[in-house]
């Protein structure tokens, strides 16, 4: 059993990892350990030490070694004499702040726990184990409710909570985590992934100093600017070795990670909802539950830990037909046309497409309402027949009539203020009363906080997608949320309301998935706005970036392949000059690097020249027969491409060691350059390998791996070397 109770140590153990807690005096969850699978009580680690200013609870009396100031704990709450960072605190029907939860009982069940409305990691039950601890202050009337999953093959460990008022008059959360994680020493590195709308998720890596390092998202969506996923990682440690933590939030709005090096050099690890514009207000018996976070260590450096969330999402999260099926290989209008297209048009695009083997249409914004430009039509979820030349089950007819599949573009979140809808119910918008809304990209943002309106939106929607054969949906979101405010007639309680509109964004897509089965969903939000695994959930690819562009690509997905595994990584060989930012970069390369996600294309293929197009059939062909290698493969960054700015690299190898893909794209050129030798990883020392391009050339695993080969030179910045490497039988 991974989960064990020995008086009051409670141990869980993974396949290589262990978590242990305790119930220490007066009640108190103490936190032991967390890392490489030990035995044994850690208890002994806790050291106890009067320490002056840190305060004590009552109940010690004359014992002032005990401080919640000093000592580790599993869910910290103001109010204890705790001063560091906290995961959770309140206040009561008389405004007066924070509480004091002590330990109650704890029960160990079989199977995942999950979590009603909100995603969770899911498993088999004889996959995972459960164990909830209730925590409770009678005084404050609050019952805290702290649930972990043990998927134990994966060393994945799941932390949630659900926070319960037993008491009749009613309180209000102010701050409600998912979880903390304190360690007794501080000597860790922080990698988080920041950026902005088309350079999202650039890594940086930075060490814990004195003090409190905070990130996070106040925009109504996880955001470009910060990601829920983060990793906390011993100072020596590298990409092969080493000890690390992933921290993965499964949400997909507000949230805060905390991470504080205290008084003492110990660390303190805080995630899970934002605080700001944040108060849930709980009646009798009314809970709160908070998002699940998903936590995994490994010793064994960044690659492994990559490698554990890569199976964790795609077996545990991602849901659905598509989650390890091959995604058909997509053309989408959007930088061929932008909004200048009809139905003629768009046909036009998909007879080409069909030749060169492309298996879906995809038609982007545009097609509904009077939306001709990004400035109206939004919320009039209706085809607009004149522009499509009839009616779209007739366009879907003659492309499916090309043997080909038909996806379409929505952004249901979002009202254009010249729409029909915005006529009929201004009250369903964010707007403050009395002043003038902010706008983003000239739109409104329907209140999602409401059942009433997204009952409308989907059932506006349902009845397009029940009209003829469509089989993809790319649902965007395209600006950050302002102007808090809801029309409901005696709501007052507007710190809940941006929790609920996520809760309503996660009940529209759950509809969508329950409806209709077999429709493959896209997430975005302008891009990477929205890229988290509470999205992953619902979505099983979710796309990367607004930015197309190649190059900038290698270092979007170089950082999103930290947390998130390939299969979830929409990428397309975009036009060129590329429309984010005017560089040429010529298809070939494009083509490896959208390979490196579910693969699609963005331009008129119309427009290449014939030998463009006999480039795209290979690249087609190549794209189906490295599938299974590109996604369930294991997937190795060779060159961080923000450090090493020459050249961009990264192989996927299959697990059982029979075959690598590697992947090399030039950065830069000098004059009498240096060769540059990429050492290959995952392969079997022992055993031969030849390029599948020259089968002459034979090497040893061991000879690739610790040796390299050299990279071919290459006439300028830009060019690229595919090469597949079979093991000899």
Not at 86 to 99: A, L, V
Not at 458 to 467: E, T, V
Not at 517 to 528: D, F, Q, T, Y
């Amino acid at each position: 059993m991974p989960i064990q109770i020995n008086n009051n140590i409670i141990t869980i153990h993974t396949r290589n990892t262990t978590y242990q807690m305790a119930v220490g005096e007066f009640g108190f969850l103490l936190h032991l350990y967390y890392g490489k699978k030990i035995e044994g009580d850690m208890s002994y680690l806790v050291t106890y030490n009067d320490r002056g200013f840190s305060g004590n609870p009552y109940e010690a009396k004359e014992n002032r070694s005990f401080s919640m100031d000093t000592l580790p704990q599993e869910y910290p709450c103001y109010g204890t004499g705790d001063y560091r960072v906290t995961g959770f605190n309140m206040k009561n029907d008389e405004g007066i702040y924070g509480c004091d939860l002590r330990y109650q009982s704890h029960c160990i069940r079989k199977g995942k726990f999950a979590i009603q409305n909100l995603p969770a990691v899911y498993a088999k039950e004889e996959e995972a184990n459960t164990l909830e601890i209730v925590l409770e202050d009678k005084a404050a009337g609050i019952e805290v409710t702290l649930y972990y999953g043990v998927i134990e093959s994966l060393d994945v460990i799941t932390r949630a909570a659900k926070i319960r008022n037993i008491k009749e008059k009613s309180c209000i959360i102010t701050k409600a985590s998912s979880g903390c994680l304190d360690f007794m020493e501080g000597s860790f590195d922080m990698l988080h992934f920041h950026g902005r709308h088309g350079m999202e998720r650039m890594l940086e890596r930075t060490p814990l100093r004195a003090g409190t390092m905070s990130f996070g998202s106040i925009r109504g969506t996880s955001s470009h600017q910060h990601n829920p996923f983060f990793i906390i990682a011993e100072k020596e440690t590298t990409e092969d070795m080493g000890c690390c933590y992933g921290i993965s939030l499964l949400y997909s709005g507000n949230f805060k990670c905390e991470a504080e090096l205290d008084q003492y050099n110990q660390s303190r690890i805080i995630i899970g909802l934002q605080d700001e514009m944040f108060e849930y207000e709980l009646k009798q018996n009314e809970t709160l539950k908070t998002p699940e976070v998903a936590y995994i260590y490994t010793a064994d450096g960044l690659t492994n830990l990559s490698h554990k969330y890569h199976k964790l999402i795609q077996n545990h999260i991602c849901r659905g037909i598509y989650k390890n099926q091959p995604r058909p290989i997509l053309i989408n209008n959007w930088e061929a046309t932008y909004f200048d297209f009809n139905g003629k048009k768009i046909i036009d695009i998909a007879k080409q497409a069909a030749e060169l083997g492309v298996e879906m249409l995809v038609l982007d914004d545009g097609w509904f309402g009077e939306r001709d430009s990004d400035n109206s039509g939004l919320g009039d979820w209706f085809v607009n027949e004149k522009k499509m030349g009839g009616s779209i089950a007739d366009v879907v007819k003659k492309i499916n009539d090309m043997g080909m599949k038909f996806g379409i573009w929505i952004e249901p979140e979002m009202i254009s203020e010249d729409s029909k809808l915005y006529k009929e119910h201004r009250d369903w918008v964010f707007i403050i009363p009395e002043r003038n809304p902010v706008l983003g990209r000239n739109q409104l943002v329907l209140d999602f906080s409401r059942k009433e309106v997204v009952d409308y939106i989907f059932d506006m929607i349902a009845n397009i997608l029940k009209q003829t054969n469509i089989e993809y949906i790319k649902m965007d979101m395209n600006r950050s949320i302002a102007n808090v405010y809801t029309a409901v007639a005696g709501k007052q309680n507007y710190g809940t309301i941006l929790y609920h509109y996520v809760l309503g964004v996660y009940d529209f897509l759950e509809r969508l998935n329950t409806r209709f089965p077999h429709i493959l969903i896209e997430g975005c939000s302008g891009g990477g706005g929205r890229f988290d695994s509470g999205m992953l959930y619902y979505t099983p690819q979710i796309w990367c970036s607004d930015n197309t562009d190649a190059i900038d690509r290698i270092t979007i997905q170089y950082g999103t392949s930290f947390g998130y595994p390939i299969s979830t990584v929409g990428a397309h060989v975009s036009a060129v000059p590329n429309h984010q930012t005017g560089r040429s970069t010529n298809i070939k390369t494009r083509g490896i690097v959208a390979m490196a996600g579910t693969f699609g294309y963005e331009l008129d293929l119309n427009t290449l020249t014939l030998e463009e197009k006999e480039i795209v059939k290979q690249q087609i062909n190549n794209c189906k027969k490295y599938w299974n290698l590109i996604h369930n493969g294991l997937y190795y960054r060779l060159v961080n491409p923000q450090k090493q700015h020459d050249i961009g690299a990264w192989e996927f190898a299959s697990e059982d060691k029979s075959e690598a893909l590697l992947n090399v794209v030039t950065l830069d050129t000098h004059c009498n350059a240096y060769v540059s030798y990429i050492k290959l990883k995952g392969l079997e020392e022992k055993a031969w390998y030849y390029m599948e391009q020259d089968k002459e050339k034979v090497y040893s695993g061991s000879a690739l791996m610790y040796g390299g080969i050299p990279i071919p030179k290459m006439s300028n910045e830009y060019q690229s070397w595919q090469v597949h490497f079979v093991k000899v039988k």
